[in-house]
């Protein structure tokens, strides 16, 4: 490893190590080998000069890039994940780098039946003649969010080894299990003495996200009657029916991811499990409004109580458990995050682009634990499937942007 690693050399490197988080797991970090990528990026940011970078016993990488003003600059902070989605395999990754693209379809050569097609990711139309980075076709590629480490690894680097670049105390946060919802579960803020942050995290060149869904889990158990099956007549109340026609009953056309867009929020159910006496069936439920949230848990409990009416002696627990809110709210007292943010990608020859995201991020929890963090663009793209891939050339765009940002908070302190 050399201080002159590109960003692609960075990436490459890191997409190769298996951090594949595990939401049925109860320790932390949920798999011990998200370590093994924490502890490489300990090695590579104190052979750059971060003398304090460090990991804890809970797989959080700490480090500081030291300032070179005599200015007081508000301390900022840039963030990635290190784990990737359980949604598809990370084991394995074989990263492959289809130079100078020229809009072909990408056949992924270990399992031919996966083909990126030009005309499933539009965003493949501005590519043209870049550098795209995809897996072999067996495994998610890890650009989620492997891509903003190794952007922000590759700004450390110029802003080491550029002295002349003037710059505040700048920190730097990896963090894991943020693809479980649990990444900022045992951060140390006061540890990392951060005034703001940004998570490098987005997907489309040049976009800034300061919007998030709000979010709650549903969690549905469904007390049915059990009886012998040869004896049941009048009696039998099988939970795992009562189930079968909740989910049948929910809305098709409407609150469901498959039928929404934009800022519209929906009711999705994600898992089931269970018997005749006793079944569990587990929600998410989205908006960007906190009361649209209450709204769709009412429209759950009605279809609920409907198909109760059939089921006289059958009942239901209905618990909401609050998974994270809007940052927006937060974001909104402290616009200098987001212009700064806006300005820095235009001096890299972007034109900005601000989204909302239906989802969230390590930064809607951040910011509501005082750590007021919007997000930024790292490149990824298919995220979560063996289709993911990323533009060798937007992740330079990254490293640049990120570098602009702490230039602009020294100058505007």
């Given at each position: ?195 703001f942050a940004y998570t490098v995290d987005g997907e489309e060149r040049a976009t800034l996200e300061d919007e998030t869904f709000s979010a709650d889990a549903v969690t549905l158990q469904i ?191």
């Amino acid at each position: 490893m050399t201080q002159s690693d590109t960003v692609l050399d960075r990436f490459l490197r890191y997409v190769k190590i298996d951090t594949q988080s595990d939401p049925e797991s109860i320790s932390f970090p949920s798999t011990e080998k998200q370590k093994n990528l924490g502890r490489l990026l300990v090695e590579e940011l104190q052979t750059l000069g971060l003398k304090d970078a460090a990991m804890d016993e809970n797989g959080y990488v700490y480090a500081t890039i030291p300032a070179n003003t005599d200015k007081k600059v508000p301390v900022i902070c840039f963030c990635s994940h290190m784990d990737t989605s359980p949604d598809c395999s990370g084991k394995d990754v074989k990263p492959l780098v289809h130079y100078g693209y020229q809009g072909q379809d990408l056949k992924l050569p270990d399992d031919p039946t996966q083909v990126i097609r030009l005309a499933e990711y539009p965003q493949l139309k501005g590519q043209i003649g870049n550098d795209i980075v995809t897996a072999s076709g067996t495994t998610l590629l890890g650009a989620d969010n492997k891509a903003g480490l190794a952007e922000i690894m590759t700004a450390a680097a110029y802003l080491m080894n550029h002295q002349e670049i003037k710059h505040g105390v700048v920190k730097i946060l990896f963090t894991p299990d943020e693809e479980i919802g649990r990444g900022v579960d045992k951060v140390d803020l006061k540890r990392l003495g951060a005034d703001f942050a940004y998570t490098v995290d987005g997907e489309e060149r040049a976009t800034l996200e300061d919007e998030t869904f709000s979010a709650d889990a549903v969690t549905l158990q469904i007390h049915g009657v059990s009886a012998h099956p040869g004896f049941a007549k009048g009696k039998l109340e099988s939970a795992l029916k009562i189930a079968g026609e909740i989910l049948a009953s929910l809305p098709k056309d409407r609150l469901s991811p498959e039928s929404t867009a934009g800022k519209e929020g929906f009711i999705h159910p994600v898992s089931i499990s269970g018997s005749v006496e006793l079944t569990t069936i587990q929600f998410i439920i989205r908006d960007f409004q906190d009361e649209k949230l209450v709204e769709h848990e009412n429209t759950l409990r009605k279809i609920i109580d409907d198909v109760l009416i059939n089921y006289p002696n059958a009942h239901c627990d209905f618990q909401v458990k609050e998974q994270y809110r809007n940052m927006k709210s937060i974001l909104d007292q402290y616009p200098q995050l987001v212009d700064n943010a806006l300005d820095a990608i235009k001096r890299a020859g972007m034109k900005p682009v601000r989204n909302s995201i239906r989802g969230g991020t390590d930064g809607s929890r951040l910011s509501f634990m005082g750590l007021p963090c919007p997000n930024i663009f790292a490149g990824e793209h298919a995220f979560h499937s063996k289709h993911e891939w990323v533009s060798v050339q937007d992740m330079e765009k990254a490293v640049e942007m990120i570098v602009n940002l702490a230039v602009i908070w020294e100058e505007r302190s």
